[in-house]
């Protein structure tokens, strides 16, 4: 009688809950299987950039004079950057704006999930596109027009912090802008136009030498145009440099300017992200 009483008063045993960590590792999981199973959109982000790279370095296959280059390898880096930039800030600036639109992000901010949590998913959804549509264009560029892969470690260390720093510019800035559009249905053009003039005026569609000096400033305050400098320093030989507006790498720069707009970027998701529309109040 008495053990039956005591087994009847025992406190329930405490359910430990996963942390943020652990929750946005499970976000992130989550994220990455939804982008995988919408077909249509996995294709035309992956294929986007190499379709153009197909474009461009077939159209602009002729040796550059002086550099020691050929201008198909000129864009092969080129379309890195812009991959990496399509994946972080186009991919959430509009994926986050519909999902704002249709109340997802309402709900979600009613559940007990902690708000890092869900951003964490998105980073590792950015993390791994990011990195997939890197390899692709990548063994692209390597196979069709013979660029060459860093011999060594030290451009391989500057080609990871490039990518590492540019994604999280990008990816905040992704986050910042997705506040901008009114509704979903205006997401996509208020998005892909600020990013489709910086691949013109940063040294993606068009060579940096042939660009006018005050376009290439005003491209010059933006992640794009530091990101396309970097790979070109890590993935084309030195005599390219020739190309560049201040005609040297500048990686000291790069860095400065990257890891600027990482925190610039996470001021503006701290001043302006909204969990609901603004007609939602």
């Known amino acids: 009688m008495t053990t039956t009483a005591a087994k009847e008063t025992r406190s329930p045993v405490p359910v430990r809950l996963p942390g943020t960590w652990g929750l946005g590792i499970r976000r992130g999981v989550l994220e990455i299987r939804q982008f995988f199973r919408q077909r249509d959109q996995m294709v035309f982000t992956f294929a ?35 991959g990496i930039m399509s994946t972080s800030f186009q991919s959430l600036g509009v994926s986050i704006a519909i999902e704002r639109d249709e109340k997802v992000l309402r ?13 964490l998913g998105k980073i590792w ?17 390597t196979t069709l027009y013979d660029v060459e892969l860093p011999s060594d470690g030290g451009r391989w260390f500057a080609f990871a912090w490039i990518f ?23 997401a996509s ?6 990013f489709l003039v910086l691949q013109f005026i940063s040294g993606v569609y068009i060579a940096i030498d042939t660009i006018p000096d005050w376009m290439l400033n ?12 970097g790979l070109r320093g890590v993935f084309l030989p030195d005599s390219a440099q020739v190309l560049e507006q201040a005609g ?10 990257l890891g600027a707009w ?14 609901k529309n603004r007609r939602d109040g």
């Open 248 to 257: 040297d790498w500048e990686f000291g720069r790069i860095a400065l300017v």
């Open 48 to 82: 986007f950039p190499v379709v153009f790279l197909f474009l461009f370095a077939s159209i602009f296959s002729d040796d550059v004079e002086g550099a020691g280059i050929t201008a198909s390898q000129l864009y092969v880096p080129a379309m890195m950057a812009a």
């Open 218 to 229: 005003i491209g010059a305050l933006f992640p794009l145009k530091w990101m396309c400098q």
């Open 107 to 119: 709900r979600l901010r009613g559940t007990p999930m902690p708000p890092a949590a869900y951003f």
């Open 164 to 186: 590492v720093l540019g994604l999280t510019a990008c990816a905040l800035l992704g986050i910042a802008i997705s506040s901008v559009p009114k509704s979903s249905k205006s």
């Open 189 to 194: 053009s208020v998005v892909v136009l600020p």
């Open 262 to 275: 990482c925190v610039g970027g996470l001021l503006l998701c701290l001043l302006t992200f909204r969990w």
């Open 125 to 141: 959804l950015v993390l791994v596109t990011g990195l997939m549509e890197t390899a692709i264009l990548l063994v692209v560029g």
